[in-house]
């Protein structure tokens, strides 16, 4: 789907599945099951909450990034990430053709499926995209609402991997494997504070730079500068206007911004206590 910072008409997705397995000799089955079994509950363990400060913090980090322009230029390929990653996970359940993703320097990005150019694949696979970022930024919010910091972390990781065997060019193939560098290191190496912030801050970026997208695609579809845009494909598919999906991103984005940010903001509880003059 064409991302709104790319006019050129965006298509859809298709997905080969490969599985892979690890033989093991006998003599090391139980400590491979002992390490495995290590892992298991180092991912799928529950952490405590950080402090209220941490997520206050990151939450004013994440606003900033998405408010700030030069910084934006450069986060927003995250959004990108998730957007084509959107777009490519449906047309494989959808049962499309993926041809693969590409993503650019200039924050958009391609994916390409093949497939009937209309019916429910089709519409959604090209709904997919604006809506995909706010929707794993509130699943994020809720992994981290239960604790499950390192299990959020691991999970993005495995989305990373899957998308990395679709991308079909050089720069999509570094940006994606620079951002799970990240997200590795920070899960492995990091002390628990430091993956809690940096788990918090991807959730609240997610949640907060959702919205900006949208608002850039109707400013270009305004300017009649992106006539192949997600919305616009939806519209020539569905006979809805254009202006009624770019709607729809916007509420998805907006709806999970408050349901995701109600998870995230810590509890009344957790704020210092101010004290009470005496008499």
Do not use: C
Not at 87 to 111: C, E, M, Y
Not at 147 to 171: C, E, K, P
Not at 243 to 264: D, K, S
């Amino acid at each position: 789907m064409t991302h709104p910072d790319r006019p050129e008409p965006n298509a859809n997705v298709i997905p080969d599945v490969l599985v892979l397995g690890i033989a093991n000799d006998d003599s090391e089955v139980d400590v491979d099951r002992v390490s495995i079994a290590g892992l298991w509950d180092r991912v799928t363990g529950t952490q405590a909450d950080p402090p209220w400060w941490l997520v206050v913090l990151v939450a004013l980090v994440a606003l900033g990034a998405v408010l700030h322009g030069p910084t934006w230029r450069i986060a927003r390929n995250t959004v990108t990430i998730a957007h084509e990653g959107g777009h490519a996970l449906i047309a494989l359940v959808t049962g499309r053709k993926l041809d693969g993703i590409k993503l650019h320097s200039d924050t958009s990005g391609v994916t390409v499926s093949r497939g009937k150019p209309h019916g429910p694949g089709m519409v959604f696979t090209a709904l997919a995209g604006y809506v995909t970022p706010p929707v794993l930024g509130l699943v994020f919010a809720m992994l981290l609402a239960g604790g499950r910091i390192t299990l959020m972390l691991w999970f993005s990781l495995a989305l990373l991997a899957a998308m990395l065997v679709m991308i079909r060019n050089a720069y999509g193939a570094l940006s994606v494997i620079a951002t799970g560098a990240v997200v590795f290191g920070v899960s492995w190496l990091g002390s628990d504070e430091v993956q809690a912030g940096f788990a918090y801050l991807a959730a609240w970026f997610l949640l907060l730079a959702a919205t900006r997208p949208v608002i850039e695609l109707q400013r270009m579809r305004a300017r009649h500068m992106a006539p192949s845009s997600d919305a616009d494909q939806l519209a020539h598919i569905t006979g809805v206007p254009g202006l009624a999906w770019v709607g729809l991103f916007g509420a998805v984005a907006l709806g999970a911004l408050i349901a995701g940010g109600a998870l995230l903001v810590p509890d009344a509880t957790s704020f210092p206590s101010l004290p009470t003059p005496g008499f």
